[in-house]
Structures are given as structure tokens and as C-alpha cells.
């Protein structure tokens, strides 16, 4: 590794019991080489960090792996419903996507995130994995059909696809304003189950947890969450609420990756 430092993880049992053939991670904020307030495993190319050590960082995520440093295939996320699909990893020329599929050995693709809903697929029966970034944008906007249609085509089948939606802000720290919750209603009357008064005004919380669980069930994969909240964790992750709340500059990014084994 390129520090002393090991990035820790935490990890999904459903992922895990597929077997060797797929390895992955929902990485936390601890075990890098990052400090103030980006300690200490910020992955974020687009922060205000030291880029230096946001790479040692990113090298290390790699070394965790076990694959060499620059192995690593993440986008240049927008809150888009756009998949890319990896077949080595693209260095500084990041597509604009916000979602990534793979077939390549070796490879690992990831996703980050600081409060956005982190997701992981993999089918390894036909050696196909996924990652998507799920912000109420790109959920609503169909990033996560759009990565299981992406992975079909590279061979997967989507009954035996397994995804997991990592570490996600939680309902009761998510309060949005009347202008939100009209998009969600304008878009699907039902959507309103994912709100429920936050005592303030006409503001709501938003359950995208629940969302991206349900969204997920309907598009016929098998779906799990890890049920952790970004906001309400502050020593473990990074939360881009939690920091416009605390009026700092700027947040730190974690990464949730897979990759299968070569």
C-alpha cells in the first residue's frame, strides 16, 4: 500500500456469499491519508482536498483489492440516468455518468457518494458487476433500470442479478421543502408514502433509502440495503448535508466499489 493506513469497509452478506468471484466494498471515511475536514479516506477528484493524497488514497482502495494502482473506474457523476461501461479504467478522461458496468476481471469500478444512495449489482454466474450513483435525481430519472438494462447487454440476467443499496442518508435527516415533494408527486401519485411531515412548515423527510429499495424490487432484481445512515454517522462517513449544516467549505467523498476476480 502507499500508505501505512488500511481503508476500511463495510459489507453486504449477500454480495459476500456469492463467493471469491466477486469482491466489493462500501468504503468509510476511515483509513486513508486525508486530514482536516476530509479525514482521512476522501476519493474525491472533484473536492477542494489535496489531489496528492486523494490519489495515495485511491491507490489504496486498489491495494485492497489486490490490483495495481490506477485499477480503479469511476465517473464523472452529474445526477444523470447515463451508464458507462468499462473495459479498462479511463485515467483523468472520466465519462459523465453516473452509473458503470463491467465484464473486465481485474477491474474495479466504483461509486461515490456523501449522502447520495450508493448501489452495487453483480450476476456472477454470467461474470457481470455494476455500481450506481442514486441521488433522488438519477433514481427518479432511471439510473438504476438503466445499470441493470446496461449489464443485461454485457450478458447478465437480471433474475440473478444481487444489488445492495451502501451507507445512504436516512429519512430522518433528510427534510426537503414543498417544491420537492411536488416533482415526486407530478412524477407518480404514490410517491407520496416516501414522505412524512417534518414538523416544520410544509416540509417533509424523504425516505430515499426507501425509494431506491423499491425501485430496485420493481425492476426484478434481488435487493437488500445495509440500513446506514451517511448523516447520522459523521465518524464513519462523509455527508454533504451534514456539512452545509455545519457551514464547512466543502466535504469529503467515500466510495463503494466491486470488482470481479481475474
Known amino acids: 500500500m502507499s500508505s501505512q493506513l488500511k481503508p476500511t469497509a463495510v459489507m453486504c452478506p449477500a454480495i459476500s456469499g456469492i463467493g471469491s468471484t466477486i469482491q466489493?466494498?462500501?468504503f468509510t471515511r476511515i483509513g486513508g491519508v486525508t486530514d482536516g475536514i476530509y479525514a482521512s479516506l476522501n476519493v474525491g477528484l472533484g473536492s477542494k482536498d489535496d489531489l496528492q493524497k486523494v490519489a495515495i488514497n485511491r491507490a489504496n482502495i486498489c491495494a485492497s483489492f489486490g490490483v495495481d494502482p490506477g485499477q480503479l473506474?469511476?465517473?464523472?457523476?452529474?445526477?444523470s440516468a447515463d451508464v458507462a461501461v468499462?473495459?479498462?479504467?479511463?485515467?483523468?478522461?472520466r465519462p459523465r455518468a453516473d452509473g458503470v458496468v463491467s465484464k473486465t476481471a481485474g477491474l474495479v469500478i466504483g461509486i461515490l457518494t456523501a449522502d447520495c444512495g450508493p448501489v452495487l449489482f453483480a450476476d456472477a454466474k454470467a461474470?457481470?458487476?455494476?455500481?450506481?450513483?442514486?441521488?433522488?435525481q438519477g433514481a427518479m430519472g432511471g439510473i438504476?433500470?438503466?445499470t441493470?438494462?446496461?449489464?443485461?447487454?454485457?450478458?447478465?440476467?437480471r433474475e440473478n442479478i444481487i444489488s445492495t443499496l451502501g451507507p445512504s442518508i436516512s429519512q430522518a435527516n433528510y427534510e426537503v421543502g414543498p417544491e420537492y415533494?411536488?416533482?415526486?408527486?407530478?412524477?407518480?401519485?404514490?410517491?407520496?408514502?416516501?414522505?412524512?411531515?417534518?414538523?416544520?412548515?410544509?416540509?417533509?423527510?424523504?425516505?430515499?433509502?426507501?425509494?431506491?429499495?423499491?425501485?430496485?424490487?420493481?425492476?426484478?432484481?434481488?435487493a437488500s440495503?445495509?440500513?446506514?445512515?451517511?448523516?447520522?454517522?459523521?465518524?464513519?462517513?462523509?455527508?454533504?448535508?451534514?456539512?452545509?449544516?455545519?457551514?464547512?467549505?466543502?466535504?469529503?467523498?467515500?466510495?463503494?466499489?466491486?470488482?470481479?476476480?481475474?
Not at 86 to 92: K, P, Q, R
Open 148 to 157: 441493470i438494462s446496461a449489464m443485461e447487454e454485457l450478458g447478465a440476467a
Open 73 to 79: 473506474a469511476t465517473v464523472s457523476q452529474v445526477h
Open 127 to 136: 461474470g457481470v458487476i455494476g455500481a450506481a450513483h442514486a441521488g433522488w
Open 24 to 26: 466489493h466494498g462500501f
Open 225 to 262: 440495503a445495509l440500513g446506514i445512515c451517511t448523516y447520522a454517522e459523521a465518524d464513519k462517513f462523509y455527508s454533504y448535508r451534514r456539512s452545509v449544516h455545519q457551514n464547512e467549505t466543502d466535504y469529503g467523498r467515500q466510495i463503494s466499489a466491486i470488482m470481479l476476480s481475474a
Open 181 to 222: 415533494i411536488a416533482k415526486f408527486l407530478d412524477a407518480d401519485a404514490e410517491n407520496q408514502r416516501y414522505f412524512i411531515p417534518s414538523g416544520k412548515d410544509d416540509h417533509h423527510l424523504f425516505d430515499l433509502p426507501g425509494y431506491v429499495a423499491d425501485r430496485l424490487t420493481k425492476a426484478g432484481v434481488q
Open 144 to 146: 438504476l433500470e438503466n
Open 86 to 93: 468499462a473495459h479498462s479504467a479511463w485515467g483523468d478522461e
